[in-house]
């Protein structure tokens, strides 16, 4: 399994812990995410997970808190023509969200529980090239809410605990 985090400071503890793993960096953004990916399964057609911050529509989610994304919905764009992306590998022990893949913070939620900028298009990939993917992300702040009000270090810890009690060999 190939695991993919947007910034090298998402990925940086992990690495330290488990350099044996195989860890990616795609960059922020789809556009990023879907030319990395790509590049990936041109020649490595592995699982993939998908791991990183996130922002929470749904108030009940808590600072730090670990989601499976079940599903994954391109904001951008207009409402005829959305298509939304779903999980293929089911990561057990973890609430599962709806995402939306945005460009910028505060998109509207409509029915997402959560906001990220890459996960469509790495769902998106792998469903073309029928390689199964996953993805978790940590809760780092509320949609809408001040950068500095932000709880990057908490999240980034949270999600790297969660990592590593996943059976990341067998999924």
């Known amino acids: ?17 488990r350099p044996d793993l195989d860890i990616r960096i795609c960059g922020v953004g789809a ?3 879907a030319t990395e990916v ?3 399964l041109r020649t490595e057609p592995k699982p993939l997970l998908l791991c990183g911050i996130a922002g929470a529509y749904d108030r009940t989610l808590q600072k730090g808190d670990v989601v499976a994304v079940a599903e994954e919905r391109y904001a951008h ?3 005829g023509y959305i298509d939304s ?9 973890l609430p599962t969200a709806i995402s939306n893949t945005v460009s910028h913070c505060g998109m509207e939620a409509e029915g997402a529980t959560i906001e990220n900028m ?5 769902f998106a990939l792998a469903k073309a090239e029928g390689v199964p993917c996953a993805e978790i992300r940590a809760i780092s702040n509320y949609v809408g809410e001040e950068r500095s009000d932000w709880n990057i270090e908490l999240a980034i810890e949270l999600l790297t605990k ?9 999924i």
């Open 85 to 93: 992306y779903h999980a293929t590998i089911e990561i057990d022990g």
């Open 31 to 33: 556009v990023e995410c």
């Open 1 to 17: 399994m190939i695991l993919i985090f947007p910034t090298e400071s998402e990925a940086a503890r992990l690495r330290e812990v």
């Open 77 to 79: 764009i207009s409402t």
């Open 118 to 122: 890459e996960g469509a298009a790495l």
């Open 38 to 40: 790509a590049r990936i």
């Open 162 to 170: 969660t990592i590593l009690t996943l059976n990341i060999e067998e």
